[in-house]
């Protein structure tokens, strides 16, 4: 297993002494599997340089663990995790027909009274979740339901999309990795939240931790908002993303 590890974390072909000392074995160790995985598929060996590199068997069985990976699942561990270890509360949000959807909450031993609920959907630039997913959704998609919302809620077109204030947010969310609301969207209450990705880079959920405005700072650096960064990331890399 430590020579399929190096050749999956180096992501390129190796001649044998690199994966030799990569996987911790003498080169003459090392052989013996490569030539069993050769066998298997799992390894392939380029026909110019004698570089070992993963083979097509590898890229089925990958294919096939990423197809039996659910999102939710996956994150639905680190939440409850988060939640325990930051006494916050934590919601996992996912991209519905309507726009950013709670499907699943978890909360502290005290409960902070907001209107946060499974189900609930979250407006798109007026929650912190909502702008999160703004900040990694195709344009194309995030201007339709920005329209979609404004013309339920107000009436009309909107075109709040293109201004520079809102532009400017949503490259401050991509560049710290995350977004932050102070007394947003209630007073009183802070949020912190944390895009998931999948292993094509595409957003899948968002991770989101609320907090009361008096023992909560939200701050980014904080070590609530390390402890979301890594939770998060942790769900990211068993979907297959790497950063």
């Known amino acids: 297993m430590r020579v399929l590890q190096a050749l999956t974390e180096q992501r390129r072909a190796l ?4 994966l030799a000392r990569l996987a911790d074995m003498p080169p003459a160790k090392a052989h013996p599997y490569l030539v069993s995985f050769m066998a298997t598929g799992l390894v392939k060996q380029h026909p110019l340089t004698g570089h070992y590199e993963l083979g097509p068997a590898a890229l089925q069985m990958g294919l096939a663990a990423l197809q039996q990976l659910d999102p939710l699942t996956e994150a639905s561990q680190e ?5 325990a270890r930051s006494d916050l509360s934590i919601a996992l949000a996912v991209w519905g027909q309507l726009g950013p959807t709670v499907v699943r909450l978890d909360e502290p031993r005290y409960p902070l009274h907001v209107n946060l609920r499974v189900g609930t959907v979250m407006s798109l630039f007026n929650t912190i979740t909502g702008r999160v997913f703004a900040a990694y959704l195709p344009e194309k ?7 979609d919302e404004h013309r339920r809620v107000v009436g ?5 999309f293109d201004a520079p204030e809102v532009q400017a947010l949503l490259r401050d969310i991509r560049a710290s990795g995350m977004g932050r609301g102070i007394s947003m969207p209630q007073p009183g209450v ?3 939240c944390a895009p998931v990705f999948d292993a094509a880079g595409h957003i899948v959920l968002v991770m989101t931790m609320i907090g009361p405005q008096g023992i909560f ?3 980014i650096d904080s070590p609530a908002g390390q402890l979301l960064r890594e939770h998060a990331g942790n769900v990211s890399r068993r979907l297959g993303h790497r950063a």
């Open 15 to 18: 001649p044998l002494k690199d």
């Open 156 to 160: 009309g077109a909107s075109s709040s």
């Open 79 to 83: 939440a409850a995790q988060l939640a």
């Open 141 to 147: 998609m995030v201007r339709s339901m920005l329209e």
């Open 190 to 192: 802070n949020t912190l």
């Open 217 to 219: 700072d939200a701050e």
